[in-house]
């Protein structure tokens, strides 16, 4: 059996978070294990209220996955705290898995913040240089670069920084800059792989970033390469989220 290890918060409406993380890992075959950083309430539109869990909390449920299962391939998702970020740091230094996902969820969609703007600093020094990748939008690169982004080139330029000062890949989704067709960009060891596809509009989107970055490492879990396993995992979502599309015109998905 392989593992999956999610490390996110819950989403009581299930379309994101460790939620939706699980329901990917078992889509490739994978056992999800879940380390909870929180408790989120939302609906599909607004998050209400973020309630991080205790740092000695979410450390007892990552060590007991590590010790007791063979982990593959791991995915971080909304931290919600600094104290849970820095006992994560803890951990990924103590058992070094091999594939570590990091989708750098800073706010929902609707604004709403997980932890203070002055602790992305000590994620850039306790967790970038302890994953394999990292999967940030336009404003969470803008956080984690400390400055605006004007367009995708400008965000290619530093993310090609960030990834050799902190020796990760980064993969950049254009989704967030102008434009009818937009850019996927992988960053991995000085290498840039850049392709361009035409911009998907869904009427559902919860949850695209769990998504995208739990197939991200179930890919890398089952052996691909970086670039392949996130070409494959953008088909993935494109694939998924127009299945809810096609479904929702024969049911209310939202």
């Known amino acids: 059996m392989e593992y999956f290890l999610t490390i996110a918060a819950s989403d009581n409406s299930g379309g994101a978070g460790i939620q939706q993380d699980l329901k990917i890992a078992s889509l490739f075959g994978f056992w999800g294990l ?5 408790l989120i309430v939302q609906d599909f539109s607004r998050v209400d209220s973020v309630h991080p869990v205790q740092p000695e909390v979410l450390r007892e449920q990552i060590e007991k996955c590590f010790v007791n299962f063979d982990v593959t391939t791991v995915k971080i998702g909304a931290i919600c705290s600094v104290r849970n970020m820095e006992m994560i740091s803890d951990c990924l230094e103590k058992y070094s898995p091999k594939n570590v996902v990091l989708d750098t969820v800073f706010a ?3 604004g709403k913040m997980f932890f203070n703007r002055d602790d992305i600093d000590i994620l850039r020094k306790r967790i970038l240089p302890l994953v394999t990748i ?3 939008n336009r404003f969470e690169l803008e956080l984690i670069a400390g400055r605006k982004l004007e367009d995708i080139n400008m965000a290619k330029e530093v993310a090609d920084d960030l990834s050799r000062q902190y ?3 980064f993969y950049i989704s254009g989704g967030h800059f102008p434009g009818d067709r937009i850019s996927e960009i992988l960053i991995e060891k000085g290498a840039v792989y850049q392709v361009y596809k035409n911009r998907k509009k869904w009427n559902y989107t919860h949850g695209t970033g769990c998504t995208l970055t739990s197939a991200i490492a179930c890919y890398l879990g089952q052996g691909n390469s970086l670039a392949t396993s ?5 088909e993935f979502v494109t694939e998924f989220y ?3 599309e096609y479904s929702s ?3 209310k998905v939202c």
């Open 134 to 136: 990292v999967k940030p």
């Open 230 to 234: 996130c070409k494959l995992a953008t």
């Open 249 to 251: 015109k024969f049911g």
């Open 108 to 110: 929902s969609s609707s």
């Open 242 to 244: 127009d299945k809810i």
């Open 167 to 169: 020796n990760c890949a």
């Open 34 to 38: 879940s380390a909870i950083t929180g």
